[in-house]
Every structure is written in C-alpha cells, then in structure tokens.
C-alpha cells in the first residue's frame, strides 16, 4: 500500500525497516513527524486532526506519483495519521527510494512541503481546556512556493 491514510497509531521505526526490506535500492531517504509539544503561543496538550478520508488518500497518492515522476523514484510510501494524538505521538511517516540520494532526499523534501499545504487535514491543537484551530504558515506556504518556482512544479 502506497498511502494510508489512519487513525490507528503509526510506528516509524517499524515502517522504516518495512520499506528498507521492500526497496534496498540505491538510495532511500525517510521523514517521521511527530506532535510537537508547543506552538508559537505556548504549550500544546494535544492534537485533533481532522480530515476526509477518502480525499485525503486521493491527494496523496496524486502526490506521490507526481514525487515519482519529478525524481526518477523507484518506489515511495506515504502514512498520515487522523483522530484525536497526544504529544510526541508519530503523525506522518514518508519514504522515498531512488538511484540517487539526492533525488530521494528531495523527493521526501517535496512530498513533505506540499503535503504540509496541499493536503486536506485541519489541526486543532488543544492546551489545558483551551483549543484553537491551526492555520497554514507562511514559512510552510513558501517551502511549497519554492517547488514552483523552481520550475519543478506542474
């Protein structure tokens, strides 16, 4: 399965070697993300992530053929957590296998910056009984940005 889109807890750890074994190719570059344990006002508790499921997957998996087709991958994985996560719980696990490490490493890169933007979660991050929702960064609307004009972008 290329993407997974869960509200089942995800462990990187055991992703990671599953793909190793799968996809020893030349080069494979991996990014785990977990909950962070603060935000730009303070402390964070907690995370409810939202999103469609089925959209989701779609726009997923779109990305990730598309990372495929940019950056010669050989094979590539994406796996999002949904549903309610407590701090330092794992949230997003990708891979990507490629000729060259360079490719592999921007292939994650990119499938990372624009899934931060692209992709239809929403964040409500919750501190003590106080929760708000998060909006996209302008630091995360550049990273995704700087694909474009690179001329990477479609």
Known sequence: MLVRVTDEAIDPGELATRFYSRHPDAAVATFAGFVRDFND?????????ECYVEMATRILNDLGNTAAQRFGLRA????HRHGEMETEDPIVFVATS???RGEAFAACEFVMDTLKTDAPFW?????GDQGQWVTVKAVDKDRRERWSTEGLDQ
């Not at 964040?123 to 501190?127: A, G, I, L, N, Y």
């Open 123 to 127: 964040k409500r991050e919750h501190s």
């Open 98 to 100: 490629a000729d060259h």
């Open 76 to 79: 590539w994985q994406i796996v």
């Open 41 to 49: 006002e303070g402390h964070v508790d907690s995370l409810y992530l």
